[in-house]
């Protein structure tokens, strides 16, 4: 349901925005864009953006997440070719991606409370500390389409791609591969 609201919070500000553009031109040397990038399965985080080598797009995604002794990291990249581009009043681009990505997760499992069979209730054990390791691998073939306007003295880009997915997880020495459909949206302010 997630993933559908922010599909549905794109597309409104896509539609909000674009009369805003008309009344601006677009500076095309603005090739540098940070912002929030983010992808299902491997989650997402803060983004750099980079049209500098155009037709090439180079984008690179990181996030940690530290709580202690728990970790929940991403780290992810991918590179694009453009496959059209319009330039008006706002800049909209069809591009072609291969991305990949890692995502390593590390919670604490505390067994605190036990079914002793016996008295047929609940009791409480003495915790015991140990961990959930899950490591996630994704490489992906994607389409995706972003509208960059200008809106307020500056540059800010839509994105929204889908593709398949291969992947792995491994999770406490289990190992099971996978292949899913990704979704991936993003907004990026561009200098």
Known sequence: MKRVMICVIIILSCIIFIPLSYSKDIDVSRNLGIGLQGNY????GISVRYYG??????QVVGRAILNGEERDNTIGGGISYIIFKYVGSSITRLYFSLESGERYEKEIA?????????TKQTI???????????????????FGCELTVPIFGTQIGLNA?????LGRINKNSKKRDMGKLIFGSGLHIYF
């Open 41 to 44: 399965p491997l989650v997402g």
């Open 53 to 58: 080598l155009s037709p090439l797009l180079i």
């Open 110 to 118: 505390v067994s605190d409370w036990e079914w002793d069979d016996i």
């Open 161 to 165: 791609e889908i593709g398949q997915g």
């Open 124 to 142: 409480y054990i003495k915790p015991n500390r140990e961990f959930d390791v899950k490591k996630t691998y994704g490489f992906a073939v994607a």
